[in-house]
């Protein structure tokens, strides 16, 4: 839009140097006569070339205008469906959910794993800085960053693996993700306990960010668990490199398609979905019509308790 419009600017005062020209030039050799003559010309000229610049900025103010109320009245409709389709899908299902990057831009995602039913028993967040560090040395990375070895130790807790996952900390022996909040290099909020059933990684694309996430994924596969790596609109290496490690993942978490996915994922839809070439589809379509079962891949979690408590 602000090239069309720059567009025409320069178009418009390109028209008005030419003929400016046109006329000095005309009027010096041809007498005052034909300057005269040439400047009605040329006010004729602009003001048909103004009306038509008034015309096409009209136009393009009502595209602009109406592709804004399509775009709220799309908006208005997800809002308004997107409960309907995933009310119900992961009642009681624990999740521990990890993000990798901005944690400004998961609370639409957060909030519907809320709407399913889903407990989120523990959010642990994982700044850029940090995650630098998994895949380059703490030198390069600074000292706020994670190796790879702290992010399998988080990981490996966060999935309930504690073996191994404990650490030299000051005075005492801590837990991975305790020793890790202490020193700033991450947040953590909620609880350990009870163990959760699927671990959600969500990554802002930076560099490092696609170790971290396939390192999370594999450790909590390792101890059992579900795991879904997402990532907001478009396509980028933390994606390619989870789907490369056989890990389910959701392209647009942070739009209303790709918070469906997710949480049809980890109903037990494993896959990926997306917008991208890469994707099985947009979302998964295996019962996204049917009531949400008490059944289900989850459901033999759920009655088995989930693992340790």
Do not use: C
């Not at 030419?18 to 000095?24: C, F, R, V, Y």
């Not at 015309?55 to 997107?82: G, K, N, P, Y």
């Amino acid at each position: 839009m602000g090239q069309d419009y720059r567009h025409l600017a320069l178009l418009s005062m390109a028209v008005f140097l030419a003929l400016g020209l046109g006329i000095l030039l005309g009027g010096a050799v041809l007498g005052p006569d034909f300057l005269a003559t040439q400047q009605d010309k040329a006010i004729s000229q602009l003001t048909a070339e103004l009306g038509r610049v008034r015309q096409s900025l009209a136009e393009m103010a009502a595209a602009q205008s109406t592709a804004t109320v399509d775009l709220e009245a799309e908006r208005s409709f997800s809002r308004a469906v997107l409960p309907l389709l995933v009310r119900g899908r992961l009642e009681g299902v624990r999740l521990a959910v990890v993000l990798l990057g901005d944690d400004r831009l998961y609370g639409e995602p957060l909030e519907t794993l809320g709407e399913a039913g889903a407990v989120v028993t523990s959010v642990t967040t994982v700044p850029h800085s940090a995650v630098a560090g998994a895949a380059a040395s703490a030198a390069l990375a600074g000292p706020r960053s994670l190796d790879a070895e702290s992010v399998t130790a988080m990981a490996a807790e966060l999935s309930g693996g504690v073996a191994g996952a404990r650490t030299e900390a000051g005075a005492g022996n801590q837990s991975a993700i305790e020793a890790l909040a202490r020193s700033g290099r991450i947040k953590f909020t909620g609880s350990l306990e009870p163990v959760p059933q699927a671990i959600v990684v969500m990554v802002e694309e930076r560099a490092g960010a696609e170790r971290a996430a396939v390192l999370l994924g594999e450790v909590a596969l390792t101890g059992g668990l579900q795991v879904v790596v997402g990532a907001p609109a478009g396509e980028g290496e933390a994606l390619l490199a989870a789907r490369r490690a056989g890990l389910s993942t959701v392209e647009g978490v942070d739009q209303a398609y790709g918070r469906v996915a997710l949480v049809l994922t980890l109903s037990g839809q494993a896959g990926n979905f997306g917008r991208g070439p890469a994707s099985d589809s947009l979302i998964p379509l295996d019962g996204l019509l049917d009531q949400p079962a008490t059944g289900g891949v989850l459901e033999g979690i759920k009655g088995q308790g989930g693992g340790r408590q």
